[in-house]
């Protein structure tokens, strides 16, 4: 498959997944986590789907590395630069609530280096989440307190990953 291909589909099954989750979440409160700038396509999208939620985003690059278009940046108090575990660590003061669902989409090239980040903000990120909220991830999450959930129809195993946070439920 090309790498166009593949690209294609995982971006078919991030929106597929991120509509399934808005519409999860319609009952829990919380804001939402997006773990990943990039381009900002993703938090664009998060915003038309979720318009009246607040939407904290972490992105590992500094200011002057933000890569998003500028149309896609969100406002400056809820874009949170630097390290992913530091600042999953210090944004729970920030917080007006548990989040009702978050989005994983830091990307690396290196599937390795990013199964042991995936393992380390794991934890972190699971602190943040109200009982109940979903976490769409693009890589798998092998947290206590997790439990996966079926991805929607059209979207190949092991592309997207949906997790319930069942701790404190």
């Given at each position: 498959m090309s790498r166009l291909d593949s690209f294609i589909r995982r971006m078919l099954a991030q929106r597929a997944c991120l509509n399934w989750a808005a519409e999860a979440v319609a009952?829990?409160?919380?804001p939402v986590l997006e773990l990943g700038l990039g381009n900002g396509r993703t938090y664009d999208h998060l915003r038309e789907l979720l318009p009246e939620r607040e939407i904290y985003v972490f992105e590992r690059a500094a200011r002057s590395s933000v890569r998003a278009h500028a149309m896609s940046l969100p406002p400056e108090k809820f874009?949170?630069?630097g390290d992913i575990?530091?600042?999953l660590i210090s944004v729970a003061t920030r917080l007006?609530?548990?989040?009702?669902l978050a989005h994983n989409d830091l990307g690396t090239s290196d599937a390795r280096a990013y199964e042991t980040?995936?393992?380390?903000?794991?934890e972190l990120l699971i602190q943040l989440m109200a009982p109940g909220g979903i976490i769409?991830?693009?890589v798998m999450?092998?947290?206590s307190g997790l439990i996966s959930l079926d991805t929607p129809p059209g979207v190949k195993p092991g592309r997207y990953f949906i997790y319930r946070n069942l701790r404190n439920v």
């Open positions: 009952d829990i409160a919380g874009l949170i630069l575990e530091d600042t007006p609530a548990k989040a009702a980040l995936a393992l380390r903000f794991g769409v991830s693009n999450l092998l947290v």
